[in-house]
């Protein structure tokens, strides 16, 4: 069992860059896929990223290329290192985690444990 807390959001203006943490508790960190998810008000929760417990990377089209994920297992903690921030950015961003070794989970109802969330404003 995991237990999620986010970190880091806050507001920044359109071009500027935030990085998200998720700290983790649990032993079993390690054997984990971490995901990255982001709900705008009135929108549906969509994929951002995903980084799996062998320690490869999957993004969202709309993020590739300014968003990277990355993950410190001794520290059981995920990252999300945001650049060049568009305001439709603007989101509740959460990281939710799945057991690794049954593929890639671009669904948020694959997952099992899911963080608070944490809010990122971009003003244009």
């Known amino acids: 069992q995991l237990h999620l807390v986010e970190s880091g959001g806050g507001l920044v203006q359109a071009g500027g860059s935030l990085r998200l943490s998720c700290a983790a508790s649990?032993?079993?960190?390690?054997?984990?896929?971490m995901g990255w998810f982001r709900q705008a008000p009135g929108k549906e929760r969509e994929f951002v990223a995903c980084?799996?417990?062998?320690?490869?990377?999957y993004y969202a089209d709309s993020v590739k290329g300014r968003f990277t994920s990355s993950r410190d297992n001794a520290k059981n903690a995920v990252y999300l290192q945001m650049n060049s921030l568009k305001p439709e950015d603007t989101a509740v961003y959460y990281c939710?985690?799945?057991?690794?070794?049954?593929?890639?989970?671009?669904?948020?109802?694959?997952?099992?444990?899911w963080g608070q969330g944490t809010q990122v404003t971009v003003s244009p």
């Open positions: 939710a985690a799945v057991m690794g070794g049954s593929g890639v989970h671009y669904s948020p109802q694959r997952y099992d444990y």
């Open positions: 649990g032993r079993t960190f390690s054997r984990y896929n």
């Open positions: 980084i799996t417990w062998i320690d490869t990377t």
